[in-house]
């Protein structure tokens, strides 16, 4: 026990940064499952998790041209896992907040169009995202706040 003490100390003091705290990635990590606990809080009056808000708001904001939006153009403008879309979307269609048809191009391929009652959803629940977002990270994770330059910038650097 004391081998595995000591060891466990050296890697602490040598290896670390001192401290998970002091480490941006765990931080961040808590902080984004803090942000995901309260935007489900706010949600759940409107019936929705921060994950069907997000799919639906990503299937709304690639569908404003009219176009037809598949669910792996969700995916991957959302960087979500193919399986949790479509984990959300078969949720979202049993609530009546979507509708999901076969592609005429591809018959493995299926068109995600908001309802109108998707629509009043998105139109319900983007207030009140924004409402946690402000009330977490105040200016600086706005429009042009240097949270999100910050984190903007953090993603590029990580772009494929």
Sequence with gaps: ????TSA???I?????LGAPE???GFVLWRVLHRYIREIDRALEPLDLTHLQFTTLAMAG???RSGEPVTQAEIARAGEIHAMQVSLMLKSLDAKGLIQRTRSPADPRAKHIVLTAAGLRSLRAALPVVIDVQSRLFGETGGPGGDLLKALLRVEDACED
């Design 12 to 16: 602490f003091q040598t290896v670390s």
């Design 8 to 10: 466990l100390n050296e």
């Design 1 to 4: 026990m004391k081998n595995r």
């Design 22 to 24: 002091k480490a941006v």
């Design 61 to 63: 904001w690639l569908g």
